[in-house]
C-alpha cells in the first residue's frame, strides 16, 4: 500500500536500552523527518534528510541517532533511552520543503521508557 | 526566535462555527498551515494559504491572514462532531523548515 508506515505501534522499553523506531515510504519523497509530539508543545523536530546519506540534526537531536542509507526507509534509534523519552514519534514525508507541499505523517509510535 | 502560539482548547456546540486562533513570529514566512490530527493518528493537512493573501476558503473552511498583526484563524462552518480533532498552526521558517503551534484541541458539545 502506497503511504508512510511507522513500527511498532507501541513500544515500552526500560531506562538505558536501545530501541529503533522504523519509518517506511512509498512515494520517494525526498525529506524525511522525525518528530516527537508531547502534551502542550506540540510538535519538535528531532532529525530530518533531504535524500538519502544526508541527515542533519533538529531542535532536540540529543539522545537520539538516524540513518538513511535507502531513500524509502529513515529508522530512529535512542541509543540509551531515558524517560524523557517517553513520548509519541512521528515520521514525515515530503517531496520538498518548498511552496505549498504538504508533510505526510505516518500515524506514529507511542514510545512508554521505564 | 520563531514562534507559533494557539489556544491548548476550544468548546463549540455543534452546528456552530469554530474559529481557531493563531499567532506567529517570522513575518518573512511565505506560507501557513493548518494540520489536523485525530485521535490515534498522525497529521493531516487540512488547508494552506500564501503569505500574499487575506483569504483562502474551501467549503466549510475559511483561512484569514493579517500579516500585519502576524495573526491566521481557521473558521469551521456548522461544526461536525467528526470535526472534533486537534488542529495544529505552522508556518514554514526562515531555514524552510516548519514551526509548529501546540495544536487547539477543539471540543464539539452536542
Known amino acids: 500500500d502506497a503511504g508512510i508506515t511507522q513500527s511498532p505501534r507501541y513500544k515500552i522499553t526500560e531506562t538505558g536500552r536501545q530501541v529503533t523506531l522504523m519509518c517506511h515510504q512509498t512515494w520517494s519523497h525526498s525529506y524525511m523527518f522525525w518528530y516527537r509530539q508531547d502534551l502542550g508543545h506540540g510538535l519538535r523536530l528531532i532529525y530530518y534528510s533531504a535524500a538519502a546519506d544526508i541527515t542533519d540534526k533538529g531542535e532536540v537531536p540529543d539522545g537520539y541517532v538516524v540513518s538513511r542509507s535507502k531513500t524509502e526507509n529513515f529508522p530512529l534509534t535512542l541509543e540509551s533511552a531515558t524517560r524523557s523519552q517517553t513520548s509519541v514519534y512521528f515520521c514525515?514525508?515530503?517531496?520538498?520543503?518548498?511552496?505549498?507541499?504538504?508533510?505526510?505523517f505516518g500515524n506514529g509510535t507511542r514510545l512508554t521508557v521505564t | 526566535g520563531e514562534d507559533v502560539e494557539q489556544s491548548l482548547f476550544l468548546s463549540v456546540r455543534e452546528g456552530d462555527s469554530s474559529v481557531i486562533n493563531c499567532t506567529y513570529t517570522?513575518?518573512?514566512?511565505?506560507?501557513l498551515y493548518w494540520y489536523k490530527q485525530e485521535p490515534g493518528a498522525g497529521l493531516q493537512l487540512l488547508t494552506y494559504i500564501f503569505s500574499n493573501m487575506d483569504m483562502k476558503q474551501d467549503q466549510r473552511l475559511t483561512v484569514l491572514l493579517n500579516k500585519k498583526d502576524k495573526h491566521l484563524s481557521l473558521r469551521i462552518a456548522d461544526t461536525q462532531t467528526g470535526d472534533s480533532a486537534i488542529y495544529f498552526c505552522?508556518?514554514?521558517?526562515?531555514?524552510?523548515?516548519?514551526?509548529w503551534g501546540a495544536g487547539t484541541k477543539l471540543i464539539i458539545k452536542p
Open positions: 505552522a508556518e514554514r521558517g526562515s531555514n524552510y523548515q516548519l514551526i
Open positions: 517570522d513575518s518573512s514566512s511565505t506560507y
Open positions: 514525515a514525508s515530503s517531496d520538498t520543503v518548498y511552496g505549498n507541499s504538504p508533510l505526510h
